[in-house]
Protein backbone atom coordinates (compact mmCIF):
# COMPACT_ATOMS: atom_id res chain seq x y z
CA UNK A 1 0.00 0.00 0.00
CA UNK A 2 2.80 2.48 -0.81
CA UNK A 3 -0.08 5.17 -1.94
CA UNK A 4 -1.35 5.23 1.09
CA UNK A 5 1.66 5.54 2.95
CA UNK A 6 2.60 8.56 1.14
CA UNK A 7 -0.83 9.70 1.41
CA UNK A 8 -0.25 9.59 5.32
CA UNK A 9 3.08 11.22 5.35
CA UNK A 10 2.19 14.01 3.59
CA UNK A 11 -0.84 14.71 5.82
CA UNK A 12 1.40 14.57 8.87
CA UNK A 13 3.73 17.12 7.27
CA UNK A 14 1.04 19.17 6.02
CA UNK A 15 -0.17 18.81 9.62
CA UNK A 16 3.38 19.65 11.18
CA UNK A 17 3.68 22.72 8.83
CA UNK A 18 0.27 24.15 9.86
CA UNK A 19 0.62 24.04 13.37
CA UNK A 20 4.52 25.74 13.43
CA UNK A 21 2.87 28.08 11.04
CA UNK A 22 0.41 28.98 13.69
CA UNK A 23 2.72 28.68 16.42
CA UNK A 24 4.96 31.42 14.63
CA UNK A 25 1.98 33.44 13.74
CA UNK A 26 0.72 33.60 17.58
CA UNK A 27 4.27 34.81 18.27
CA UNK A 28 3.95 37.52 15.77
CA UNK A 29 0.69 38.70 17.03
CA UNK A 30 2.20 38.41 20.70
CA UNK A 31 5.10 40.58 19.69
CA UNK A 32 2.62 42.84 18.39
CA UNK A 33 0.90 43.95 21.43
CA UNK A 34 2.64 46.91 23.69
CA UNK A 35 5.48 45.72 26.02
CA UNK A 36 5.10 47.14 29.19
CA UNK A 37 8.75 48.30 29.85
CA UNK A 38 9.93 49.54 26.16
CA UNK A 39 11.11 53.27 26.06
CA UNK A 40 10.51 54.46 23.06
CA UNK A 41 12.23 57.86 21.22
CA UNK A 42 11.84 61.42 22.46
CA UNK A 43 8.43 62.93 21.86
CA UNK A 44 6.66 60.07 21.73
CA UNK A 45 3.06 59.63 21.55
CA UNK A 46 1.82 57.54 25.01
CA UNK A 47 2.47 53.71 23.91
CA UNK A 48 -1.76 52.79 22.52
CA UNK A 49 -1.81 55.54 20.41
CA UNK A 50 2.05 55.34 19.00
CA UNK A 51 1.34 51.55 18.16
CA UNK A 52 -1.63 52.95 16.30
CA UNK A 53 -0.09 55.74 14.43
CA UNK A 54 3.75 54.61 13.80
CA UNK A 55 3.94 53.06 10.44
CA UNK A 56 7.36 51.24 11.51
CA UNK A 57 8.89 53.29 8.42
CA UNK A 58 12.41 53.36 10.49
CA UNK A 59 12.85 56.95 9.42
CA UNK A 60 13.63 57.90 13.30
CA UNK A 61 15.92 54.99 13.12
CA UNK A 62 17.76 56.22 10.11
CA UNK A 63 17.65 59.57 11.64
CA UNK A 64 19.74 58.82 14.95
CA UNK A 65 23.77 59.52 14.82
CA UNK A 66 24.58 57.99 17.78
CA UNK A 67 22.74 53.95 16.38
CA UNK A 68 20.90 54.58 19.62
CA UNK A 69 17.28 53.72 17.61
CA UNK A 70 16.40 50.05 16.87
CA UNK A 71 13.12 48.35 14.79
CA UNK A 72 12.52 45.37 17.26
CA UNK A 73 12.94 42.11 15.63
CA UNK A 74 11.19 39.13 16.06
CA UNK A 75 11.74 37.47 18.85
CA UNK A 76 12.93 40.52 20.69
CA UNK A 77 9.41 40.06 22.88
CA UNK A 78 8.40 43.91 21.73
CA UNK A 79 6.44 45.12 19.03
CA UNK A 80 8.13 44.35 15.61
CA UNK A 81 8.96 46.85 13.31
CA UNK A 82 8.81 49.70 16.05
CA UNK A 83 11.55 51.76 17.37
CA UNK A 84 12.94 51.62 20.72
CA UNK A 85 16.23 52.27 22.58
CA UNK A 86 18.31 50.21 25.56
CA UNK A 87 19.81 52.83 27.49
CA UNK A 88 22.47 50.46 29.12
CA UNK A 89 24.07 49.56 26.33
CA UNK A 90 23.33 52.66 23.47
CA UNK A 91 21.38 55.38 25.58
CA UNK A 92 19.67 58.59 23.56
CA UNK A 93 22.83 61.19 23.54
CA UNK A 94 20.12 63.91 23.86
CA UNK A 95 20.72 65.69 20.28
CA UNK A 96 19.63 69.18 20.67
CA UNK A 97 18.13 68.94 17.30
CA UNK A 98 16.27 66.30 18.18
CA UNK A 99 16.50 64.53 14.30
CA UNK A 100 14.90 61.58 14.71
CA UNK A 101 11.25 63.22 15.52
CA UNK A 102 10.93 65.89 13.03
CA UNK A 103 11.41 63.29 10.56
CA UNK A 104 8.18 61.35 11.61
CA UNK A 105 5.87 61.18 8.92
CA UNK A 106 2.86 60.20 10.92
CA UNK A 107 3.32 62.35 14.43
CA UNK A 108 3.99 59.26 16.25
CA UNK A 109 6.67 61.60 17.60
CA UNK A 110 5.15 65.04 18.02
CA UNK A 111 7.18 67.53 18.12
CA UNK A 112 4.75 69.50 20.62
CA UNK A 113 6.31 67.34 23.39
CA UNK A 114 9.44 68.22 22.49
CA UNK A 115 9.18 72.03 22.22
CA UNK A 116 8.54 75.41 23.78
CA UNK A 117 7.37 79.02 22.97
CA UNK A 118 10.21 81.12 22.51
CA UNK A 119 10.26 84.92 23.08
CA UNK A 120 8.89 85.20 19.71
CA UNK A 121 6.00 82.59 20.26
CA UNK A 122 7.39 80.61 18.06
CA UNK A 123 7.91 76.75 18.89
CA UNK A 124 11.53 75.63 19.04
CA UNK A 125 12.75 72.19 20.16
CA UNK A 126 14.10 71.33 23.35
CA UNK A 127 15.53 68.28 24.07
CA UNK A 128 15.34 68.63 27.82
CA UNK A 129 11.21 68.77 27.90
CA UNK A 130 11.66 64.68 26.75
CA UNK A 131 9.90 62.22 28.87
CA UNK A 132 11.41 58.69 27.76
CA UNK A 133 11.17 57.90 31.25
CA UNK A 134 12.23 58.21 34.48
CA UNK A 135 15.54 57.04 36.40
CA UNK A 136 14.85 54.93 39.09
CA UNK A 137 17.57 53.72 41.73
CA UNK A 138 18.40 50.62 43.54
CA UNK A 139 19.51 51.66 47.02
CA UNK A 140 20.28 47.87 48.14
CA UNK A 141 23.25 47.86 45.07
CA UNK A 142 24.13 50.95 44.44
CA UNK A 143 27.71 51.72 46.38
CA UNK A 144 27.36 55.04 46.57
CA UNK A 145 24.54 54.25 49.13
CA UNK A 146 27.12 51.51 50.73
CA UNK A 147 29.06 54.20 51.72
CA UNK A 148 31.51 54.00 48.71
CA UNK A 149 32.43 57.14 46.86
CA UNK A 150 31.04 57.11 43.72
CA UNK A 151 29.27 59.90 41.46
CA UNK A 152 29.31 58.34 38.33
CA UNK A 153 25.72 58.82 37.28
CA UNK A 154 25.50 62.31 38.61
CA UNK A 155 28.61 63.17 36.25
CA UNK A 156 26.82 61.40 33.36
CA UNK A 157 23.76 63.47 33.90
CA UNK A 158 23.27 66.02 30.94
CA UNK A 159 20.85 67.61 33.27
CA UNK A 160 23.60 67.47 36.03
CA UNK A 161 22.36 68.86 39.45
CA UNK A 162 19.02 69.25 38.37
CA UNK A 163 17.71 65.65 37.29
CA UNK A 164 20.36 64.20 39.62
CA UNK A 165 21.79 65.68 42.91
CA UNK A 166 23.82 64.08 45.12
CA UNK A 167 22.83 64.36 48.89
CA UNK A 168 24.81 64.28 51.92
CA UNK A 169 24.29 62.12 54.81
CA UNK A 170 25.87 60.82 58.01
CA UNK A 171 27.34 57.31 57.25
CA UNK A 172 25.88 55.72 60.61
CA UNK A 173 28.00 52.59 59.86
CA UNK A 174 31.26 53.86 60.33
CA UNK A 175 30.09 56.98 62.28
CA UNK A 176 33.44 59.08 60.64
CA UNK A 177 32.52 59.40 56.81
CA UNK A 178 29.64 61.18 54.88
CA UNK A 179 27.52 58.87 52.21
CA UNK A 180 27.49 61.06 49.18
CA UNK A 181 23.76 59.47 47.29
CA UNK A 182 22.34 60.35 44.13
CA UNK A 183 19.22 61.20 43.78
CA UNK A 184 16.74 61.71 41.05
CA UNK A 185 14.11 64.34 40.35
CA UNK A 186 11.10 63.16 38.49
CA UNK A 187 10.19 66.55 37.11
CA UNK A 188 13.26 67.35 35.28
CA UNK A 189 14.60 63.78 34.29
CA UNK A 190 14.25 62.74 30.41
CA UNK A 191 14.90 59.03 30.61
CA UNK A 192 18.15 59.49 28.42
CA UNK A 193 19.71 56.71 29.87
CA UNK A 194 23.28 58.06 29.69
CA UNK A 195 23.22 57.24 33.78
CA UNK A 196 22.85 53.57 33.36
CA UNK A 197 25.07 53.38 31.05
CA UNK A 198 27.68 54.94 33.40
CA UNK A 199 26.60 53.14 36.30
CA UNK A 200 29.87 50.80 37.47
CA UNK A 201 27.86 47.99 39.27
CA UNK A 202 27.31 44.94 36.99
CA UNK A 203 23.74 45.25 37.03
CA UNK A 204 23.32 48.87 36.89
CA UNK A 205 22.23 50.32 39.90
CA UNK A 206 20.31 53.15 38.53
CA UNK A 207 18.46 52.17 35.21
CA UNK A 208 15.02 53.71 33.18
CA UNK A 209 11.49 52.52 33.38
CA UNK A 210 9.18 54.20 31.59
CA UNK A 211 6.97 57.14 33.53
CA UNK A 212 3.89 54.90 33.95
CA UNK A 213 5.95 51.95 35.50
CA UNK A 214 8.46 54.15 37.30
CA UNK A 215 5.83 56.60 39.24
CA UNK A 216 2.60 54.48 39.06
CA UNK A 217 -0.36 56.54 40.22
CA UNK A 218 -1.47 58.14 43.39
CA UNK A 219 -4.81 56.40 45.01
CA UNK A 220 -8.19 58.81 44.42
CA UNK A 221 -8.41 59.66 48.32
CA UNK A 222 -5.23 61.04 48.82
CA UNK A 223 -4.01 64.44 48.02
CA UNK A 224 -1.21 66.38 48.63
CA UNK A 225 -3.01 69.62 49.68
CA UNK A 226 -1.20 72.23 47.51
CA UNK A 227 -1.03 71.13 44.35
CA UNK A 228 -4.25 72.41 42.16
CA UNK A 229 -4.23 69.68 39.65
CA UNK A 230 -4.27 67.02 42.88
CA UNK A 231 -7.54 69.09 44.30
CA UNK A 232 -8.98 68.82 40.52
CA UNK A 233 -8.16 65.12 40.29
CA UNK A 234 -9.98 64.90 44.10
CA UNK A 235 -13.69 66.19 42.69
CA UNK A 236 -13.91 63.56 40.41
CA UNK A 237 -13.66 60.71 43.18
CA UNK A 238 -16.49 58.69 43.68
CA UNK A 239 -15.26 55.86 46.40
CA UNK A 240 -15.32 57.31 50.04
CA UNK A 241 -13.72 55.01 52.17
CA UNK A 242 -12.42 54.83 55.83
CA UNK A 243 -9.86 52.49 56.76
CA UNK A 244 -11.02 50.58 59.94
CA UNK A 245 -8.67 49.10 62.55
CA UNK A 246 -8.41 47.97 66.09
CA UNK A 247 -6.91 50.83 66.81
CA UNK A 248 -9.40 52.96 65.09
CA UNK A 249 -11.96 53.35 68.40
CA UNK A 250 -9.28 55.43 70.39
CA UNK A 251 -8.13 58.73 70.01
CA UNK A 252 -4.49 59.90 68.88
CA UNK A 253 -4.48 61.36 72.29
CA UNK A 254 -4.75 58.22 74.03
CA UNK A 255 -1.37 56.93 72.17
CA UNK A 256 0.12 60.15 73.68
CA UNK A 257 -0.67 59.23 76.97
CA UNK A 258 0.58 56.20 76.39
CA UNK A 259 4.28 57.18 75.87
CA UNK A 260 4.06 59.04 79.49
Known sequence: MPERREFLLKTFKSLGLAATGGLAWSGFIEEGRSAPLILRPPGALPEKDFLASCIKCGMCVEACP????????????????????????????????????????TGSLDKTLVSEKGEDGELRLNINMAKMGIAVIDREICIAYAGIQCDACYRACPLIDKAITVEYTRNVRTGKHTIQAPVVHSDACTGCGLCERA??????????????????????????????????????????????????????????????
Open 66 to 105: YDALVLAKPGDSKPVGTPYYTPRTNPCYMCRDIPCVPVCP
Open 199 to 260: CVTRKASIFVLPKEIAMGQSSERYIKGWDEQDEERMKEATEKVTTQTPRSGRKALDYLNDEL
